[in-house]
T-cell receptor, first 117, second 118 residues
Framework: AQKITQTQPGMFVQEKEAVTLDCTYDTSDPSYGLFWYKQPSSGEMIFLIYQGSYDQQNATEGRYSLNFQKARKSANLVISASQLGDSAMYFCAMRADRGSTLGRLYFGRGTQLTVWP | EAQVTQNPRYLITVTGKKLTVTCSQNMNHEYMSWYRQDPGLGLRQIYYSMNVEVTDKGDVPEGYKVSRKEKRNFPLILESPSPNQTSLYFC?????????????????FGEGSRLTVL
């Protein structure tokens, strides 16, 4: 079974500082995709960044980067230069690209990030 | 504008009163899915559909039904709601096939439907 673990229920960071949100995953499939979504207090789910299991380089999208360590099965989200608007719940998710759970997306329990001035 | 639309956004109902949460997408996506979000549990998949007339159970299907008669619509049906179905519900869609670099297979989410069952 797929499993996503986010060990930090809450994180605090000062504005303009960088923050790392942890995510580990468990799968025996060789092909999979990793996602991070942001959920602000308004409730919508916003796609942030994607990493494929065969990607050689870490994904980056503006201030977001994904620190992908395949051997450790970790996919940490790094937010550089935090802004007040980054305060939100962040979800890590994994999609199996083969096998009986092909295409299904499994989510972690989330990390609530608070950015303070 | 490409979007997934859910209705209603907010609903308070009583135990046993059948309700339907509608979901519609305008992106021609084959894959659609329903999730529920509960505090401390993240998002859990209820049902999903790979295409018209093809549906399958997710991790928490009990108490729910779905149908996929048209590609764009994927309604979630609660035949006899109970208080433990009080939750935030999300519909999501994506293309069935994915492959980089142009299509990562990301899910596009609706805005959520907050359901309270008394």
């Amino acid at each position: 079974a797929q499993k996503i673990t986010q060990t930090q229920p809450g994180m605090f960071v000062q504005e303009k500082e960088a923050v790392t949100l942890d995510c580990t995953y468990d799968t025996s499939d060789p092909s999979y995709g990793l996602f991070w979504y942001k959920q602000p207090s308004s409730g919508e789910m916003i796609f942030l960044i994607y990493q494929g299991s065969y990607d050689q380089q870490n994904a980056t999208e503006g201030r977001y980067s994904l620190n992908f360590q395949k051997a450790r099965k970790s996919a940490n989200l790094v937010i550089s230069a935090s802004q007040l608007g980054d305060s939100a719940m962040y979800f890590c998710a994994m999609r199996a690209d083969r096998g009986s759970t092909l295409g299904r997306l499994y989510f972690g329990r989330g990390t609530q990030l608070t950015v303070w001035p | 504008e490409a979007q997934v639309t859910q209705n209603p956004r907010y609903l308070i109902t009583v135990t046993g009163k059948k309700l339907t949460v509608t979901c519609s997408q305008n992106m021609n996506h084959e894959y659609m899915s329903w999730y529920r979000q509960d505090p401390g549990l993240g998002l859990r998949q209820i049902y999903y559909s790979m295409n018209v007339e093809v549906t399958d159970k997710g991790d928490v299907p009990e108490g729910y039904k779905v149908s996929r008669k048209e590609k764009r619509n994927f309604p979630l049906i609660l035949e006899s709601p109970s208080p433990n179905q009080t939750s935030l519900y999300f519909c999501a869609s994506r293309f069935r096939r994915f492959g980089q670099p142009t299509n990562t297979g990301e899910l596009f989410f609706g805005e959520g439907s907050r359901l309270t069952v008394l």
